[in-house]
């Protein structure tokens, strides 16, 4: 990209949404330009369309102008002779902390000793604790970087790729930024796997080419009979990623099998009309009943919303249709972020508000940072219980719970409350007693027994936890009645 072109095509994405604002990011433009002036990219680019590109990145979330500015010098004071005090002095103190933040999360991860590795990580990880947004900030520029791979030995690409699958991915699925978690996934994949990619990639444009006809009808059938009922829609088609599609083939055994694989989205005004065209769809078309999701009612843990739905259309082919509100979409896309599109001062206050109250994995967070020292313990709890793969399960009143691969009820008891935990006594899984660490499975529901004069627990449970939370407060529990065991 050239300079020129990546700076007016900033202007006009900032433009767009923020008229007041653009001298002082043109300002951090210059700052910037000025003191990465006769560094290259690898790529041989001048290293400023590094920056430019990450602000656009930013700017097509609608980042607020010191999140932007920051984008615009997130590498000066780690690269180039320009110190904290002058970002401070130059802008604000907000842009000096963002910048100073994001250059904390060392680019030169991979090289170095594990004790280095691990404390990146941690800072990585803690400082969404902070500001969410210098973690915003530290994906839009991996994203960016990972566009421009291709420059880099074939060594370095996998190493990097490894690393983004590993730590950036499950932050951007955290922070329920759904656009950004699926490129990441697609260039990651693409760089390990790239005969398989290439293989699936053929494989799904036939699939999509052959039932391309069959679901634009679809479309048209279902806009126009949510006209006749006074619904105004917005339906468009929409394609499985080539990683996305990978996963699912891991544990069904052909493309077949998938259910989502084609699928439609509606999106409506609101909530009520969510459920009408729901209707208004199983009149169209059959449902295929086990294939029904309400996340409106139950979002996901990342503050996903959408009623999903899989049918049979004509010939017996399985389509799924996503419904929601505009705003729900807005949140599907860009999750956290999409705040920026609709509180423009008090934004990043809200989001932050937001992410410590109802994103699970926040607390996670909190509760590790401030249990373990050791950055390497940190670091490797933190993969178990957060980057791990997670499996969801459900309570008795059908809330949806978030744990490690590996949980047991005892860990699901301390999750919901220390009480629970404490006096538990039996644990039931779909109605059936189960033993304490019986490892709890997708969808599992979850009813824990107890008996507050009876039971209290024993120091072998320690054995049958993963979760950090569960073993504090086993041992908290254990510590505290010491004298009278
Ligand atoms: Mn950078």
Request: glycine fraction near 2%; charge should be positive.
């Amino acid at each position: 990209m050239e300079v020129d072109i990546g700076l007016s095509l900033l202007e006009k994405k900032v433009k767009s949404y923020n008229k007041n604002d653009w001298d002082i990011i043109y300002k951090a433009y210059k700052f910037a330009d000025k003191y990465h002036k006769n560094q290259k990219r690898e790529s041989g680019e001048a290293y400023i369309t590094h920056p430019l590109a990450v602000a656009c990145i930013l700017a097509n979330m609608h980042a607020d102008t010191d999140t932007l500015c920051a984008g615009l010098l997130h590498d000066v004071i780690e690269d180039t002779k320009a110190s904290y005090e002058e970002v401070e002095k130059e802008f604000n103190p907000t842009v000096a902390f963002l910048v100073d933040g994001v250059t904390k999360i060392s680019k030169m991860t991979l090289l170095s000793s594990n004790e280095l590795i691990a404390q990146n990580i941690r800072r990585i990880i803690v400082g969404i604790k902070k500001d969410a947004r210098i973690v915003i900030i530290k994906l839009a520029d991996r994203l960016h970087n990972m566009r421009t791979l291709n420059f880099k030995k074939t060594d370095r690409q996998n190493k990097i790729a490894l690393e983004t699958l590993e730590i950036y991915v499950p932050l951007a699925y955290y922070i329920g930024s759904y656009q950004i978690k699926n490129e990441l996934e697609n260039i990651c994949f693409y760089y390990l796997k790239p005969d398989a990619y290439r293989d699936l990639e053929k494989k799904l444009k036939v699939i999509h080419d052959s039932s391309k006809k069959l679901l634009n009808k679809m479309v048209i059938d279902v806009k126009t009979k949510l006209k006749q009922e006074g619904i105004k829609s917005h339906i468009e088609l929409q394609y499985k990623d080539v990683y996305s599609v990978h996963k699912k083939l891991i544990t069904k055994a052909t493309i077949e099998n998938i259910h989502d694989l084609l699928c439609i989205k509606v999106i409506v005004k609101t909530v009520k009309e969510c459920y009408l065209a729901l209707m208004v769809i199983h009149s169209l078309y059959p449902p295929f009943t086990y294939k029904f999701k309400d996340y409106i009612v139950k979002p996901k843990t990342n503050m996903y919303q959408a009623i999903h739905t899989t049918v049979f259309s004509e010939g017996n082919l399985l389509v799924q249709f996503q419904i929601r509100t505009k705003e729900m979409e807005r949140i599907a896309m860009y999750g956290l972020t999409s705040y920026w599109f609709k509180n423009k001062n008090m934004a990043s206050i809200k989001m932050q508000k937001d992410l410590e109250n109802n994103f699970q994995f926040f607390k996670s967070i909190s509760e590790l940072d401030s249990s373990i020292k050791d950055n390497i313990e940190f670091v490797k709890r933190a993969k178990q219980e957060l980057f791990s793969k997670n499996i969801y399960v459900r309570t008795t009143q059908g809330e949806i719970i978030e744990l490690p691969t590996g949980a047991t009820p005892i860990d699901f008891a301390y999750k919901i409350h220390t009480d629970l935990g404490n006096t538990m006594i039996a644990s039931i899984v779909n109605d059936q007693a189960v033993p304490f660490d019986y490892k709890l499975q997708n969808n599992d529901r979850v009813r824990i027994v107890t008996d507050s004069k009876v039971f209290v627990p024993k120091d072998d449970w320690l054995n049958k936890v993963v979760t950090t939370n569960a073993r504090r407060k086993i041992m908290d529990f254990i510590k505290s009645h010491e004298e009278e065991r």
